[in-house]
């Protein structure tokens, strides 16, 4: 009974969730055409709106830990949800985010992705969608801000192995920056897929920053272990069983 009465909790959650996202695309929709500011205020709005009707509706609170980076940086991420896209955008002052091409075509999505400035990438050949990535980010250098990038280039459910993909050493070599890893344990709460919402504390976790300077293999091996272990005891502390996966 339990398990039922939470399943229609989240069942409401995620329709009010969905329902809202075009009530605030339109709310917000004159300032974010005119504006980039207006389309980071939308977002973040929207953000703060799931963040808080999670809490209240299906009693999964979030915490960011950590420093927010600001200024120019690489944000390197572990992504196990949309809840984690939510968390750690709604404490940057300016990202954006590396993203699918397809999301531009998603009503609401796609036009204020394209206001806030994330870098669309082609799914393909991977040679040709690192070099236009690394083009398209090229492009947009004068846009102010932290650029966020999953390393594993997808989602990951809790306790699934999944290669880190080398356009984050590609950026990371590029743009010369410092770059900030990101751990999770959202998924634990939040599939991948799926209605059920999982009460208790879903965490972002904002890691020491990777100076700029480091060979792009050693950079890559060092990313994976401080995402990889910070997230793993995040997961461990929200009750998550990693050893029987």
């Not at 690394?134 to 250098?141: F, L, M, N, Q």
């Not at 999953?150 to 999944?162: D, I, L, S």
Request: overall charge positive; some cysteine.
């Amino acid at each position: 009974m339990r398990y039922a009465v939470q399943w229609l909790r989240s069942l409401v959650f995620i329709a009010q969730m969905y329902l809202m996202l075009p009530v605030f695309g339109l709310l917000y929709m004159p300032a974010a055409i005119f504006s980039r500011k207006g389309a980071l205020a939308g977002c973040k709005a929207y953000c703060h709106w799931v963040r808080w009707t999670a809490c209240w509706m299906v009693g999964l609170r979030t915490e960011v830990r950590g420093t927010p980076p600001d200024g120019q940086v690489l944000i390197a991420a572990k992504h196990q949800s949309f809840l984690d896209i939510l968390l750690i955008f709604s404490e940057l002052p300016t990202g954006r985010f590396i993203m699918k091409r397809e999301i531009l075509w998603t009503p609401v999505i796609g036009l204020y992705g394209m206001r806030i400035g994330c870098v669309p990438v082609d799914r393909g050949k991977r040679g040709a969608a690192i070099k236009k990535m690394v083009e398209d980010v090229a492009r947009g250098a004068q846009t102010p801000g932290q650029l966020i990038i999953y390393a594993q280039g997808t989602r990951v459910a809790p306790g699934t192995k999944v290669p880190y993909k080398i356009g984050t050493g590609v950026l990371y070599e590029q743009m010369g920056v410092p770059c900030v890893p990101a751990a999770t344990n959202v998924g634990v709460f939040w599939p991948k897929r799926g209605i059920y919402r999982k009460p208790g504390l879903a965490v972002v976790e904002f890691l020491a920053p990777i100076e700029t300077g480091l060979d792009r293999n050693v950079f890559m091996e060092q990313l994976e272990h401080e995402i990889e272990g910070a997230s793993n005891a995040l997961m461990r502390e929200a009750g998550f069983d990693l050893d029987a996966v």
